[in-house]
């Protein structure tokens, strides 16, 4: 730049240190932007550096176009080191990516503030009591708010707890107690609610089973794509073969073969997205961001949505996916006019024809439009979809994250439309397309079965909290394949209750899970296609009605 050059010192008064500071308000002079980085740990030493110095130009920049004096970069550099210690800030900037990363497992931590959209009349009339008798006793509103902060008593599956009195007010008069959590199904079906602490359940796992190593974490990404380059290569043979039978008998054992592989690539990815794969952000985001790119998943996107999935787990307002509909939403008779209790059936809905083809159309299809139109996901007004930053699943600061996230899907289906310009469609679709197909078909059976069952239940707000949300989470074993999917299905209630921990560490941090939950724990090994099929026949609607609802056929 042409004013890079100026090299005498130069005196700073009121409005230059005002011009500097907006600047570095706008741009601040340490972290990483988030873009797509180098997946190799040497590059991303170097890629920080880089980003580092775009920062300060940054700032130069900003600083410049409100400044009648240019200034050079090393002038903005010192100055910037004159009001702080940059080395410090960078060690400070650090220490906050680590506490984010550990944000969504630290939920007993959390100060407890009460809910500004249900109770903002009550803030506002114990504000305005404060303020018109600063020094009186506490106003009915205190005393209720008070109250509502108490830790409620355990639920219990067999009866309900009976309610706290209320405390009175400065004037006697009592304020209305709580609603009482309806757990009459719970009742019904021996269901026990349980409780716990995080704290309870972390302590019972060993230190080293939270380590994140970003080494070993590569060797998984390496032993997965090397797979699936011998997987390509040998298929390169395949229609050289002269039997036209072996031909039609190896493509589909390719096509399966590369989809139960690349499901472990989208695992790893995914655990990209929850900070597990290394303890530095910069190496999880731009690892998760190409592996996710490459199987056409928009990465932190879906990171986003997700994040609230493991945060609401189990929760019929709040969860991500997976849904139950409810008996209105099904359309069907309310439960005083329903004398079968479980809405009028079909025989053709009911069909093995009728079942099978929901089923292919979910497993084949329902992944991507998930993706584009959130089925199966939270009902948001307009379009909701993880290509879509405008809707209602993104906050406004969260926007970028879609775009690049798009951007990178985008790179990837050029890509793919560039190779089957060069080599043929129907290559790209042998070698890509159907093997996508079935990673998308391991991936919605297994997170289908993970939150689906007929003993499983839901909770609503009166009774959902997260220990209690990450244990409506079921472990079932693939046999073999939990070797190639990363054991994302045998671990699952290890990863939902910790998600930052590492995939190698969560099948032992199962075996202490299992010990700490005791008959909390959810395991099925019910063989997987009678489970698929019992789930499909049996979860149809759940009530609208009461706090624990479970599923009706």
């Keep these: ?45 170097l890629i ?16 410049n176009e409100k400044s009648p004096t240019h200034y050079s970069l090393q002038e903005i550099r010192d100055r910037l080191s004159d009001y702080y210690s940059m080395d410090g800030l960078e060690e400070l900037d650090k220490e906050d990516e680590e506490d984010e990363d550990e ?35 506490p106003s009915p509103a205190k005393k209720a708010r008070t109250a509502i902060k108490r830790e409620p008593s355990p639920v219990s599956s067999m009866s309900p707890t009976p309610t706290p009195e209320p405390e009175e007010a400065d004037d006697n008069k009592k304020e209305q107690p709580q609603a009482q959590p309806v757990i009459d199904e719970a009742i019904e079906r021996g269901w026990e609610i349980p409780d716990f602490t995080i704290k309870e359940i972390r302590d019972a796992i060993p230190a080293h089973c939270f380590r994140r190593d970003t080494f070993r974490s590569f060797t998984y990404v390496f032993h997965d794509l090397f797979i699936i380059a011998v997987l390509a290569y040998a298929a390169t043979y395949i229609d050289t073969i002269p039997s036209s039978t072996a031909r039609v008998i190896l493509w589909p054992l390719y096509w399966i073969a590369q989809g139960i592989v690349g499901t472990g690539v989208w695992v790893i990815g995914h655990e990209c997205g929850h900070q597990a794969f290394s303890p ?66 079909s025989a053709l809905e009911e069909s093995p024809i009728a079942m099978l083809w929901g089923m292919f159309v979910m497993f084949g299809f329902g992944w991507p439009m998930y993706l584009l139109t ?11 979809s993880h290509f ?25 289906i050029a890509v793919l439309t560039y190779l089957g310009q060069t080599f043929g469609s129907l290559t790209v679709i042998k070698f890509y397309v159907l093997p996508y197909f079935f990673v998308n078909f391991w991936l919605v059976l297994i997170t289908y079965l993970q939150h689906t069952a007929p003993y499983l239940p839901h909770y609503r707000e009166n009774v959902w909290n997260f220990q209690r949300g990450a244990a409506l989470t079921v472990d079932r074993s693939f046999g073999i394949l939990d070797y190639f999917h990363h054991h994302i299905s045998d671990s699952h209630v290890a990863h939902h209750f910790f998600s930052t921990m590492p995939h190698y560490h969560a099948v032992e941090a199962t075996h202490y899970i299992k010990k700490a939950l005791g008959k909390h724990y959810q395991s099925d090994m019910t063989p997987i296609a009678v489970a698929l099929w019992q789930s499909w026949k049996e979860c149809r609607f759940v009530e609208d009605d009461g706090d624990v609802v479970f599923f009706k056929k």
């Excluded at 500071?21 to 797509?36: D, E, S, T, W």
């Excluded at 944000?103 to 959390?110: A, F, K, L, P």
């Excluded at 009460?114 to 009591?129: N, V």
């Excluded at 959130?374 to 909701?384: C, E, T, V």
């Design 374 to 384: 959130n089925i199966a996901g939270q009902k948001y007004p307009g379009w909701a």
């Design 48 to 63: 920080e550096r880089i980003h580092k110095h775009f920062r300060i130009i940054s700032i130069q920049r900003q600083f």
């Design 388 to 412: 879509n930053p405008y809707c209602a699943i993104f906050k406004d600061y969260e926007f970028w994250d879609v775009m690049q996230s798009t951007a990178g899907v985008s790179a990837t």
């Design 103 to 137: 944000e969504e497992d630290d939920t007993s931590m959390h100060e407890f503030s009460l809910p500004l959209d249900e109770y903002e009349q009550l803030i506002s009339e114990h504000r305005q009591d404060e303020e018109s008798s600063p020094s009186s006793s």
């Design 280 to 345: 530095s952000k910069a190496i999880n985001n731009g690892v998760g961001m190409v592996l996710h790119s490459i199987l056409l998943v928009p990465y932190h996107s879906w990171r986003i949505s997700h994040s609230r999935h493991h945060k609401a787990t189990g929760h019929m307002q709040k969860d991500q996916v997976f849904l139950p509909a409810t008996r209105s939403q099904m359309g069907l008779p309310s439960r005083d006019l329903d004398p079968e209790g479980d809405g009028p059936h």
């Design 1 to 45: 730049m042409e004013y890079d050059d100026i090299s005498s010192p130069r005196e700073w008064d009121v409005n230059l240190e005002l011009t500097l500071l907006n600047a570095v308000a706008r741009c601040k002079p340490v972290g990483n932007y988030a873009i797509f980085i180098y997946s190799i740990h040497v590059f991303i030493r």
